[in-house]
């Protein structure tokens, strides 16, 4: 049976970005919902389904002052807000609601009102078998399968190194990136030491923000103010919090599954593809998302990155807001992709992709544990 | 007991992974095998996750194992003085786990994936002992 599609109708991130101090992480959900809500030229009142991780949705609802006959409270770290964009999506077409919001707020730098992590990120039995070691945060538990990627595909240290440096030109066009200023390989590589063979220019930063995104039906979508940007697919899969327990340190099951997926739904190949968003906590992650979609075969994405692929003006500009290594990352950055998509696909980014037609966002939750794919369009199929 | 940052945060074993750290304080390395379909795997549960039965025991493994891959984490971590090496190795029976290695250079040179490794165990506590791995004699 072929449901109806769903469009994202309202967009916004927080009105600030990066260091905000005088915000809650609740203010900053809500920050962003107003946000969104003006986007879209709705008020709380016409919401009736609602979405969030970090803070739980009962706590949002009643905040901004929305009463939902649907809720979603998916809390599986970076990706939640792409899982969320999937659920609310059958949600619709089900009938449960009619105009959802997703929100996500994180005071990850200032830390006011903020939930904080875990006490441990791999769960109970990461804290039994893994953190004993000093696998207990994410720079020593991410980074780990890099150097047995890079052992079996014959890349160096560098070629890690000239992911973040794609980015940085990425965010030297985006005037909200916390980081724009040139950096060359060797700026990279002579950046702190944080875990051997990450340094400092190769992990995330850590800032406060947050974004939020309303979603309803195609046919409703045509009467608001913004164009639609239609989900076209969507894909969800774990794998599993402990990065001792990954199944192959060359690629992510979770994101072959999710991806695949994405893409059998949305009815696409991977040459229709205009504009892609990879999470990107560490500098590898890119890597793998690359290779692991489908748009480079395994090994080969870092070549595909140093040929300028990924660059502007290439045919495959990706991260094209700087990414988490230099636009913000605020502990779960999967709202963000998504956000810089919905952009490209509306033709409003800072450093807009000429002719934009569709854009896939890839996400994380934990360390390779979750992932979620979404692939958006300007048209309907 | 008061944790400082000095100390190492240790494991807190539950009911189903007790043996295992039984088996280290008696310096063995313990696994768990499927009894239905054969397969080790790690960590403990009373149960195969490749088949999802209860006909499973507990078994010593054999200590040999080589390196998966690791980091070198430059860090402060509790229990830790200076760069120490945050790996994962795999054992010779199949499964995986993540460990430190000693007695060894901590630095990329000495640290080569693949090299052959062996398991040593190192006293934390009356209650806790730690599998760690060192180069292979
Ligand atoms: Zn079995």
Known sequence: MKHQHVAVVGAAETTEMGVIPNLTELQLHADAALNALADAGLTAADIDGIACAGVAPDVLAS??????????????????????????????????????????????????????????????????????????????????????YLKEFDLTIEDLAQVAVAQRKWAA??????????????????????????????????????????????????????????ILGTGESCEGPM?????????????????????????????????????????????????????????????????????????????????????????????YA??????????LAPAQVPGAKISVALGIGGMFSVSGTIIFGNELP | MSKNFSERLLPRPSP?????????????????????????????????????????????????????????NHLPTPGFDGPHAVAVVTLEEGPRMMTNIVDCEQTPDTLVLDMPLEVTFERQNDDITLPLFKPAS
């Open chain 1, 63 to 148: 905040y901004l002052g929305v009463t939902p006959t649907w809720i979603d409270g998916t809390h599986i770290g970076g990706s939640s807000f792409i899982l969320h964009v999937r659920h609310a999506m059958v949600a619709i077409q089900a009938g449960h609601c009619k105009t959802v919001i997703i929100t996500h707020g994180e005071s990850g730098r200032s830390a006011v009102g903020a939930a904080g992590f875990p006490e441990f990120f791999a769960g109970r039995l990461g804290g039994e078998f893994e953190v004993p070691y000093g696998g207990n945060i994410p720079p020593t538990m991410f980074t780990i399968p890099a150097l047995r």
């Open chain 1, 243 to 335: 990065i001792s327990q990954m199944e192959d340190y060359t690629t992510s099951r979770a994101f072959r599954v999710a991806g695949e997926i994405a893409f059998a739904e949305a009815g696409i190949e991977r040459d229709d593809v205009d504009h892609v968003m990879i999470y990107d906590a560490f500098a590898h992650v890119p890597l793998y998302g690359l290779e692991d979609l489908g748009f480079c075969k395994p090994g080969e994405a870092a070549g595909f990155i140093r040929d300028g692929h990924t660059s502007l003006g290439g045919k495959l500009p990706t991260n094209t807001n700087g990414g988490g290594l230099s636009y913000m990352h605020s502990g779960m950055y999967g709202m």
């Open chain 2, 16 to 72: 189903e992974s007790q043996h295992f750290w039984d088996g280290t304080k008696e310096g063995e390395l313990r696994l768990q095998r499927c009894g239905d379909c054969g397969k080790s795997y790690f960590p403990p549960r009373p149960f195969c996750p490749f088949c999802s039965s209860r006909n499973v025991l507990v078994y010593p493994a054999s200590g040999q194992a080589t390196l998966y891959s690791y980091v070198i």
């Open chain 1, 173 to 230: 066009l985006n005037p909200r990136a916390t980081f724009k200023d040139p950096i060359t390989i060797d700026d990279v590589l002579n950046s702190k030491m944080i875990a051997y063979p990450f340094t400092l220019l190769m992990c995330c930063l850590r800032t406060d923000g947050g974004g939020a995104l309303i979603l309803t039906s195609a046919d409703r979508a045509k009467d608001f103010s913004q164009p639609p940007v239609y």
């Open chain 1, 338 to 347: 998504m956000q810089e998509s919905v952009r490209q696909i509306r033709g």
